[in-house]
C-alpha cells in the first residue's frame, strides 16, 4: 500500500484512503 501511495498512479479513491491515513502528507 505504501507503494502504490508514493506512486501517483494511485486513484482518487486511493487517494482519499491515504489522505486519512497520513494527513500530514496531504
Not at 507503494?3 to 486519512?20: D, N, W
Request: zero cysteines; a positive charge.
Amino acid at each position: 500500500m505504501k507503494k502504490t501511495y508514493q506512486k501517483p498512479v494511485f486513484t482518487k479513491r486511493e487517494r482519499l484512503s491515504s489522505v486519512t491515513a497520513s494527513p500530514s502528507s496531504s
